[in-house]
């Protein structure tokens, strides 16, 4: 009988596979230190492939490639993440500056604008939520 704690064979495969990312991703961090450009954009190209559906990822590969001054791609990447997370503030950024490179100053601005409405609408939801908690009834 298995333990509470045991982890299915199904289930080691899975952590198996997130420590693998996970050293990857290492790899691939150690790779833009030393500048090996090259490495670093065919290790995050094979983890994409594998997982196309991560937006860290997807914002991590376009990274490389606006490193490397290809702005057309790494915008590419930058819009699949914003597609995957539309709400996170910091890939709709890095989609901007890629705009911002590529001289489309109205995509810029657009995500420049959704993040200010993004912080804005955070502040007023913090602001309600002190006042609830915070008022006598």
Excluded at 107 to 121: E, G, P, T, V
Aim: proline share 4%.
């Amino acid at each position: 009988m298995n333990s509470p704690d045991a982890v299915s064979d199904d289930e080691a495969e899975i952590l198996l596979s997130h420590e693998e990312m996970m050293v990857a991703i290492g790899e691939i961090c150690q790779l833009m230190k030393e500048a090996k450009l090259e490495e670093a954009l065919e290790g995050a190209s094979m983890l994409v492939e594998m997982l196309p559906d991560k937006p860290k990822l997807q914002a991590d590969l376009g990274g490389i490639l606006f490193r490397m001054g290809e702005y057309d791609s790494a915008e590419l990447h930058a819009s699949i993440a914003v597609d995957l997370d539309p709400g996170n503030a910091m890939i709709r950024h890095f989609r901007a500056m890629c705009s911002d490179k590529r001289q489309d100053y109205l995509c810029a601005q657009a995500d420049y604008q959704a993040i200010a409405l993004m912080s804005k609408h955070e502040h007023q939801k913090e602001a309600a939520h002190k006042i609830t908690h915070t008022c006598p009834r």
